[in-house]
């Protein structure tokens, strides 16, 4: 049996007010999925409580938009990037494995110095194969506290991406 990956075209654009709804929904759903496969979805908050305290917007945020249900455009996942680090990437879990989170992610490393860095927590399958299918290596693991949630302990991988010289 073969499985077909429906695969959209996404327009990535910088982030506008008007977004917020939108990245709100899209983070705390994803947030979810990424804490029930790492620390446990007990150190959730929603993007409201952790957005400023975490820095979401102290460099640049973009979207990716795609065609919604009723034809018109909607936006299926941000990423920010702030002094060559991915900061943040989610994607709406309804679009997972159609591309949405791959082309944020070359747009933002397309954007930054020669060296790109981002966090990744340990068991975030999904994560970790979408930075390495981009060119993203892990190149140090940490364990400590989970940033923005102190008072869990997390496991953290630092992965990286180097732009080929030429």
Do not use: C
């Amino acid at each position: 049996m073969v499985t077909e990956r429906r695969q959209a075209e996404w327009r990535i654009r910088d982030y506008l007010p008007e977004d917020w709804e939108a990245i709100e929904r899209i983070h705390d759903a994803a947030r979810l999925d990424e804490l029930e496969a790492t620390v446990g979805v007990e150190a959730f908050l929603t993007l409201a409580e952790t957005y400023e305290n975490e820095g979401l917007f102290d460099g640049r945020v973009w979207v990716a938009e795609g065609p919604g249900s009723g034809g018109d455009p909607e936006v299926v996942g941000f990423v920010a990037l702030e002094d060559d680090e991915v900061s943040w990437l989610y994607v709406d879990p309804a679009r997972y494995g159609q591309g949405a989170g791959g082309a944020l992610l070359r747009y933002a490393v397309a954007q930054a110095g020669a060296r790109v860095e981002t966090s990744v927590l340990a068991g975030n399958e999904r994560a970790i194969g979408l930075y390495q299918r981009v060119g993203f290596t892990i190149v140090e693991t940490r364990s400590g506290k989970l940033v923005g949630n102190e008072s869990f302990p997390a496991t953290g991988h630092i992965m990286e991406y180097r732009r080929p010289v030429g």
